[in-house]
């Protein structure tokens, strides 16, 4: 599961409100507008405990939490570099060859454990985790690599068949990351509230898959409908093109409230 990292999450700035004010409904409507963090926390332990259905709710909070799809683009530089450097090491590959790849990042791979290889190229897609936000980005490449890993194990392959990947698979496995980040974002900045209010591991993972799949279902169509291949990430504006798919996949959760 992706609940094993806890951070410090972001909270609201604090108003010179008395404790004994018990407030009217518009101040309480005013109160859930002006602390849109602890009202999506409050939206997501519901959720988790039962009392909350509304999954696209608690997400739409998240993105209005974090500023908006453009605030919260900004706040995901270590991802899109982390997009731009997974999608051109597949596209060197695919252009180039694995062994010119991989001799022009100085990695040896051959006589090597494939699990050895795959974790070496986690370090090279994302090479720091000096922050919260880049640690985010590792776990995401992580998780992404350990697909790709359990792909080549259940088909009997070795390291080679990344050069002949189709862009199909290049797909996935590019939309596998930046959902498995967004998701990731969310889960650090909510300060992971399933093992807070979750004792039933079982449910904890049925929720969570929820979230992913629905995170995932909406970078998928993005992802189409903005017609990122492959081939992009040989554009010399490619990180305006990840910029851009970012904002729009942020934009399409945050929908309207």
Excluded: H
């Excluded at 189709?166 to 596998?176: A, H």
């Excluded at 990351?177 to 300060?191: A, P, Q, R, T, V």
């Amino acid at each position: 599961m992706g609940t094993s990292s806890i951070y410090e999450g972001p909270i609201d700035k604090s108003k010179l409100i008395p404790s004994d004010y018990d407030g009217t409904d518009d101040d309480k409507k005013d109160e859930s507008m002006e602390q849109p963090w602890k009202n999506t926390k409050k939206l997501m332990a519901q959720y988790i405990t039962g009392s909350n259905n509304n999954l696209r709710g608690v997400v739409q909070s998240y993105i209005k939490a974090s500023g908006g799809s453009q605030k919260i683009t900004q706040n995901s530089k270590s991802g899109i570099k982390s997009t731009v450097n997974l999608g051109q090491l597949f596209s060197n590959i695919k252009q180039n060859g694995l062994e010119k790849t991989f001799k022009d990042l100085k990695l040896e791979y051959k006589d090597k454990d494939i699990n050895e290889v795959l974790s070496e190229l986690v370090n090279i897609v994302s090479y720091s985790s000096n922050n919260k936000e880049e640690i985010v980005a590792k776990d995401a490449t992580i998780e992404t690599f350990s697909e790709v890993y359990s792909f080549i194990e259940e088909n009997n392959m070795d390291i080679s068949c990344l050069e002949y990947m189709n862009e199909d698979m290049f797909d996935i496995i590019v939309c596998k990351y930046i959902s498995s980040y967004i998701w990731g974002k969310m889960l650090n900045d909510l300060e992971s509230r399933f093992e807070q209010y979750s004792s039933d591991p079982n449910k904890s993972i049925e929720i969570e898959c929820e979230f992913k799949d629905y995170i995932k279902s909406t970078v998928d169509v993005t992802y189409n409908e903005m017609k990122v291949n492959v081939n992009s990430f040989n554009e010399g504006n490619i990180y305006e093109i990840i910029n851009s798919l970012y904002f729009e996949c942020y934009d399409v959760l945050g929908g309207s409230l």
